[in-house]
């Protein structure tokens, strides 16, 4: 018998294409065909950096075997094989014994990336994942989808409801869906698969419906983008997931969650907000929302951000084209309060979550190390902390 070897996969039922692993390898390891992505056994190393990023956790596979599967192999597959039955002497099973714990430290390291493990919030409730495959979609129709952002802007946002019928989809609020654009790329396969927040809360846009909402913004040559911006009406959409385990909303109503967003990196707060306000409007833990755009006309749920009562959320919009007045970014606004939020770091029910654009976190992250170096605080301790207690989330995009 051949030495064991724990070989990294990637479940292709689950894997949405989006190509994050390939980037983030740093030896090639991860590459692809039309089909798929695989791992290249002979070139991996274990590094696990390919790990945490993934969004949908299809990147996190392993079988153990006595030959590796090939990438042709791999190119094929429409599932994960089986794991195979393999030799019961004792020298093999302390052998694989040995390789075990070898790949859960290194797993282990992979997660905590700069700071800690990410973890999920102790009070959160448990979420359903990867329920829907790409080989076996669930069918959504569109209930509607309305314009965000003011007609007089180029950036054309939309707030899309997606009703499921009889198909039970459940999410929580901070989950991801994909969706699969329909029709054929040149040379002739099914288009790659994209990953929406959900803007919704767990029951539906109103009290128990079976729908859910995402916040879509146009880019110019978006193929996912373009299509459900313009999905009408009754029109069906092949939906994937849920996705998404640890970006979730704290159940606890002495939670305070603080909330650091730009333009459609609103969609998990508005699912939060509204989450509170139904289940819990009396709670006494604090909400405080920094949403970042341009202009007033170009930030998503502007108006209905208008009618949500002071008592349940405190709101600083901020905005880095405004006429005649210099840019502000949500970072600066950060830095402009800090009694309020030192005052929140202090408090160990305290949670926070960034949600936009790559690159976002770095400011962000700066300001809030200002704000504790002025209060006596240790950023870099406190950072840590948060992660591993399941109070500090990132996504970006």
Not at 44 to 60: E, K, L, R, V
Not at 233 to 260: C, H, Q, W, Y
């Amino acid at each position: 018998m051949n030495a064991p070897l724990k070989q990294h996969l990637i479940d292709p039922e689950i894997c949405i294409r989006c190509g994050t692993c390939e980037e983030t390898c740093p030896i090639d390891a991860v590459t692809h065909n039309d089909d798929n992505y695989v791992v290249d056994a002979e070139i991996c190393n274990y590094c696990m950096d390919c790990i945490a990023p993934c969004p949908t956790g299809s990147i996190d596979n392993w079988r153990i075997v006595t030959t590796a599967y090939s990438l042709d192999e791999q190119f094929e597959w429409d599932e994960l094989p089986d794991q195979e039955e393999l030799a019961n002497d004792d020298e093999s099973a302390a052998s694989l014994e040995a390789l075990e714990d070898e790949i859960d430290a290194l797993l282990a390291k992979a997660h905590e990336g700069t700071g800690g493990k990410a973890v999920v919030p102790a009070s959160a409730s448990k979420p359903t994942v990867n329920l829907f495959r790409r080989e076996h979609a669930a069918i959504a129709t569109v209930q509607g989808n309305f314009r965000l952002t003011k007609d007089n802007v180029e950036n054309d946002v939309r707030h899309i409801i997606l009703d499921f019928g009889d198909t039970v989809f459940p999410v929580l609020e901070g989950q991801s869906i994909a969706i699969t654009p329909p029709g054929t790329d040149g040379d002739g396969k099914a288009h790659d698969s994209r990953l929406y927040s959900i803007a919704s809360p767990r029951d539906g846009e109103r009290p128990n419906t079976n729908n859910i909402a995402l916040t879509v913004k146009r880019e110019p040559g978006g193929l996912c983008s373009n299509y459900l911006c313009d999905l009408k009406k009754g029109d069906r959409v092949e939906v994937t997931g849920p996705f998404g385990s640890t970006f979730l909303m704290p159940n606890d109503p002495m939670a305070n969650i603080i909330m650091i967003c730009t333009g459609t990196g609103s969609a998990p707060f508005r699912g939060f907000t509204e989450r509170r306000r139904r289940a819990m409007p009396e709670a006494p833990g604090s909400m405080l929302l920094f949403f970042g755009a341009r202009q007033p006309d170009e930030l998503p749920y502007f108006g209905p951000l208008s009618k949500v009562p002071k008592e349940l959320l405190t709101q600083h919009l901020v905005y880095s084209r405004l006429p005649g007045q210099p840019k502000e970014y949500v970072q600066d606004r950060i830095r402009n309060c800090p009694d309020e939020v030192s005052g929140l770091l202090k408090d160990e029910r305290t949670h926070i979550y960034i949600c936009g654009l790559k690159g976002m976190e770095t400011g962000v992250d700066e300001a809030l190390a200002d704000i504790c170096r002025a209060d006596g605080l240790d950023w870099a301790d406190l950072k840590p902390t948060l992660r591993t207690t399941g109070r500090y989330h990132v996504e970006t995009y």
